[in-house]
């Protein structure tokens, strides 16, 4: 393996007009860009002609982490100062939570925060790194109160208005997969978003198992790589659940040599994370740090859809490991020119 990857060779040109501000009317019309790893074709389809591509017998493993509204608008209580707050995990003592505030390097500890006209208070008292450790005060149930007075917390490329209620709402019903079932993401499994019941559907009468593991996407996934060598860049820790049926699933599929198929970066780490072969049928949780890049090898995971990301990311950089990087690099350029849109509420890939 290599001991020196330089970063800037994973930077690339990107038109911010292709950043998608807005997801399509329908899920499943996402355009999806097929490459062959072994050929390196490249086709060019839409997204509810996936089946097509998948082979029957397959298992396709899905992230069913359900993103929480978690961003709130407030003020400092002291002196009215308006706050804006990204809840990210609760910590091991109830109503403690990791926060990122702006500005937090100004904000003294024992200050108190306000939100939804008093339905929550915080207090800061603590700092771990960049996050600010808050106790929570409220009466009732906290997610609730968050359902009613926080916002999704959308990728900071994605551009809104405080009071774009319309956008709200959409990004309520759109930045979550219909499979979505356990809360504690702050940012959705974004391969995930492009499937309907009707894609599920296809996919059963072609004979394509499917499962589910969790992995609760917190900041890991999007911290920026502030090495110049990125094998020295360290993933912050994650937190993962393969259940007892999805195991079985992926014991089946592995001893039987069937192909494994990740939905997202998300769910191709955590796989990337256990050793299928040693697993045990009554499933497994944990936390993963697990970062990939060019040179490492893949011991479960076959085939992989994603979406198009950004330059210099962890998750392209596990695109380019897994995949060879020129031809990524290839797929990228076609994207680009065929005007794709990117990130979040973009388009898919499909690598085989």
Known sequence: MESFLNLKDFDFHLPESLIAQKPLADRDQSKLMILDRNSGSIKHEIFKNLPHFIAPQSLMVFNNTKVVPSKLNGYIIDSLRPVEVLLVKETSKKNHWEALIKGLSKIKLGTEFEFGDGKLKAIYIDRNSNKAILKLLHKGKLSIILNEIARMPMPPYIKREHNDNNLEALDRERYQTIFARY???????????????????????????????????????????????????????????????????????????????????????????????????EGTSGWTERYIFPGQKFNSVDHILTNFHLPKSTLYILVCAFADKKLISAAYDEAIKRKYRFFSYGDAMLII
């Open 183 to 281: 809360p504690g993401a702050i940012a959705a499994p974004t391969a995930g978003l492009h499937f309907t019941p009707n894609t599920l559907k296809s996919l059963k009468d072609k004979g394509v198992d499917t499962t589910h593991i969790t992995l609760h996407v917190g900041t890991g996934t999007f911290q920026s790589i502030r090495t110049e060598n990125i094998i020295e860049h360290k993933m912050q820790a994650e937190k993962f659940h393969i259940s007892k049926e999805a195991t079985k699933s992926l014991i089946t599929s592995s001893k039987n040599h069937r192909k494994i198929i990740a939905i997202g970066s998300t769910t191709t780490r955590v796989l990337e994370s256990v050793d299928l072969s040693t697993l045990q049928e």
